[in-house]
């Protein structure tokens, strides 16, 4: 705390502090001068009780002074707020998606990505819908959270003030896989920024490659699809949240696995074998409940049948059959 990644971050400890502060003085005031009557008024020292009815002064006092104590709360709060959200005025515009269960990001230039990322030192405007139920973005690291609904645009400014790596959650029941949606924010400085969303390059940080898919290896004998020159398309969908390339589990079954020629296991009442073909890569991708992996259940997997052309799927599909 204290030292957050962005100034509002700052001010929303400090009020968060004075808040906490000011009901730890009246705690300890309230509880002392408590302990104090027990005693001073027990039935031993004060045996006969006096009725007071009514005072005036002491009921304006407890009006006025916590209502003080509310509104300095209030406006503290308020005006760092207001300051932070007058700053989306001019600031660079990303349009954020939200869907059941996963982010997407599309920036000025037409560029999509499913991380968000943001230059430092400047503000960024975050415009944001749902294409389906309630969402709500949060960056904990930032203290900002803004709900995310269907039919109406929210909007939350980020200004961050250093370079970093820090997570997205998603903070609204919105479902089964609710708890999965989770994505990072990543701040670069303004060059690096620009040669992402220019040039495309994927700066080299060290937590990034934590997550990265690992090149192909010589002991799996995988053939590593996240190679391929159109594997990006891939990466936008956001079907690398749940699938990944390198044989290991994530939310689905690894794409490692999907072979044009090979089977997989699908259980429909029963289990049974299936062969992998385009046919079954396309209505595993546009009706996901069809046929189930085994060892998963129905309703994981979003289906995608508002959010890719024919040519995006014809191109997914020779990506995913690619280690033919
Ligand atoms: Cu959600």
């Given at each position: 705390?204290f030292?957050g990644?962005?100034?509002?971050?700052?001010?929303?400890?400090?009020?968060?502090?004075?808040?906490?502060?000011?009901s730890?003085?009246?705690l300890?005031?309230?509880?002392?001068?408590?302990?104090?009557?027990?005693?001073?008024?027990?039935?031993?020292?004060?045996?006969?009780?006096?009725?007071?009815?009514?005072?005036?002064?002491?009921?304006?006092?407890?009006?006025?002074?916590?209502?003080?104590?509310?509104?300095t709360?209030?406006?503290?709060?308020?005006?760092?707020?207001?300051?932070?959200?007058?700053?989306a005025?001019?600031?660079?515009?990303?349009?954020?998606?939200?869907?059941?269960w996963?982010?997407?990001?599309?920036?000025?230039?037409?560029?999509?990505?499913?991380?968000?990322y943001?230059?430092?030192?400047?503000?960024?405007?975050l415009?944001?819908?749902?294409?389906?139920?309630?969402?709500?973005?949060?960056?904990?690291?930032?203290?900002?959270?803004?709900?995310?609904?269907?039919?109406?645009?929210?909007f939350?400014?980020?200004?961050?003030?250093?370079?970093?790596?820090?997570?997205?959650?998603?903070?609204?029941?919105?479902?089964?896989?609710?708890?999965?949606?989770?994505?990072?924010?990543?701040?670069?400085?303004?060059?690096?920024?620009?040669?992402?969303?220019?040039?495309?390059?994927?700066?080299?940080?060290?937590?990034?490659?934590?997550?990265?898919?690992?090149?192909?290896?010589?002991?799996?004998?995988?053939?590593?699809?996240?190679?391929?020159?159109?594997?990006?398309?891939?990466?936008?969908?956001?079907?690398?949240?749940?699938?990944?390339?390198?044989?290991?589990?994530?939310?689905?079954?690894?794409?490692?696995?999907?072979?044009?020629?090979?089977?997989?296991?699908?259980?429909?009442?029963?289990?049974?074998?299936?062969?992998?073909?385009?046919?079954?890569?396309?209505?595993?991708?546009?009706?996901?409940?069809?046929?189930?992996?085994?060892?998963?259940?129905?309703?994981?997997?979003?289906?995608?049948?508002?959010?890719?052309?024919?040519?995006?799927?014809?191109?997914?599909?020779?990506?995913?059959?690619?280690g033919?």
């Open positions: 705390m030292s990644p962005s100034s509002y971050a700052d001010s929303v400890d400090n009020v968060m502090l004075y808040i906490t502060g000011t730890v003085l009246l300890i005031g309230i509880t002392l001068t408590m302990i104090y009557f027990v005693i001073r008024y027990s039935r031993k020292r004060n045996p006969k009780a006096t009725q007071i009815e009514g005072n005036m002064a002491l009921e304006i006092t407890w009006i006025v002074i916590p209502t003080i104590i509310v509104m709360m209030f406006w503290y709060g308020y005006s760092d707020f207001a300051k932070l959200r007058g700053q005025e001019g600031a660079q515009v990303v349009q954020v998606t939200a869907q059941m996963k982010w997407g990001f599309e920036y000025e230039n037409g560029k999509k990505s499913d991380t968000l943001v230059p430092a030192g400047q503000p960024t405007k415009e944001m819908i749902s294409l389906d139920v309630n969402h709500s973005l949060f960056i904990p690291a930032f203290r900002i959270k803004e709900d995310v609904i269907a039919n109406k645009m929210n939350m400014v980020v200004v961050p003030k250093e370079t970093g790596i820090f997570d997205i959650a998603c903070a609204e029941y919105c479902g089964l896989d609710h708890s999965y949606m989770y994505t990072k924010m990543i701040v670069l400085d303004e060059a690096d920024y620009k040669k992402w969303l220019v040039d495309g390059v994927v700066p080299k940080i060290e937590e990034l490659k934590e997550t990265a898919t690992p090149a192909p290896t010589e002991e799996t004998g995988i053939l590593d699809i996240s190679q391929h020159a159109d594997f990006h398309l891939i990466a936008e969908k956001g079907c690398v949240r749940c699938h990944s390339t390198d044989g290991s589990q994530l939310i689905g079954p690894s794409f490692a696995n999907l072979r044009d020629g090979k089977t997989t296991i699908v259980v429909d009442g029963e289990e049974k074998e299936i062969d992998v073909d385009e046919e079954y890569i396309k209505q595993s991708i546009l009706d996901p409940n069809a046929h189930v992996v085994k060892g998963y259940t129905k309703f994981m997997m979003p289906d995608e049948n508002d959010n890719m052309t024919e040519e995006e799927m014809k191109k997914i599909i020779a990506i995913l059959m690619a033919k």
